[in-house]
C-alpha cells in the first residue's frame, strides 16, 4: 500500500505526464522535419516547403506542452485537487497532438506523401497557406484545452469538500450581539 505522501508524489508526476508527452513528441517532428527538405520537389514544390510545414506544427505544440507541465508541475507543489472532466479532456488534448506530430513526423520526409498533390490542383502556396491554417486551428483548441488542464489543478482542497466539512462540524456559537 503506499502511503499518502507517495501517493501525491505519484500522482503528480501522472498529472504532468499528458503535458510532458506533447512536448517530447515534438522533438521526432522537429528532426524529420529537418530532414525532409527536399522531399516534395518530385512535384515542383519547393524544396522548403515540408520543413517549414513541419517545424510550423511542432514548434507551437513544444512550447505549449513545456509551458504546461511548468504550470502543471508548480501548481501541484504541494497538496492540490484537480476537476477530473477538464483535466481528462486537457490529457486527451496532449495524447492527440502527441499523436498528430508522431504521426506526422513518420511521414513528413516521404515522397510518397506528395505524388498525389499536383501544382496545377494545389499551388505551393495553397499547400503551404492550409497546412499553417489547419495547424493553426489545432494549436489554438489545444493552448485552449492546456489553458483549462493549468486551470483545473487547484492548490489546496476543492470547496465541495470544504463546504462538506464545515457541514459535518457543528456551527460556533454566536449571539446576535456578537458576545
Wanted: glycine fraction near 8%; aromatic fraction near 12%.
Amino acid at each position: 500500500m503506499i502511503d499518502g505522501e507517495r501517493r501525491l508524489v505519484l500522482f503528480r508526476y501522472a498529472i504532468v505526464a499528458p503535458p510532458v508527452l506533447a512536448g517530447a513528441a515534438s522533438v521526432p517532428l522537429l528532426v524529420a522535419s529537418l530532414f525532409a527538405w527536399g522531399a516534395a520537389s518530385e512535384v515542383d514544390y519547393p524544396a522548403a516547403l515540408p520543413t517549414v510545414a513541419g517545424l510550423a506544427a511542432a514548434m507551437p505544440i513544444l512550447m505549449i506542452g513545456l509551458v504546461s507541465a511548468r504550470a502543471v508541475w508548480r501548481r501541484a507543489q504541494h497538496r492540490f485537487d484537480y476537476y477530473v472532466l477538464f483535466t481528462t479532456l486537457g490529457a486527451f488534448a496532449f495524447v492527440g497532438a502527441a499523436a498528430f506530430q508522431l504521426a506526422l513526423a513518420t511521414r513528413i520526409g516521404s515522397r510518397e506523401t506528395y505524388n498525389d498533390l499536383r501544382p496545377d490542383q494545389l499551388s505551393p502556396a495553397g499547400f503551404l497557406f492550409v497546412s499553417i491554417g489547419v495547424t493553426s486551428l489545432g494549436i489554438l483548441m489545444l493552448s485552449y484545452s492546456a489553458f483549462l488542464y493549468v486551470m483545473t489543478v487547484t492548490p489546496g482542497a476543492r470547496i465541495r469538500r470544504q463546504r462538506d466539512a464545515e457541514a459535518q462540524s457543528p456551527p460556533e456559537k454566536r449571539s446576535w450581539w456578537g458576545e
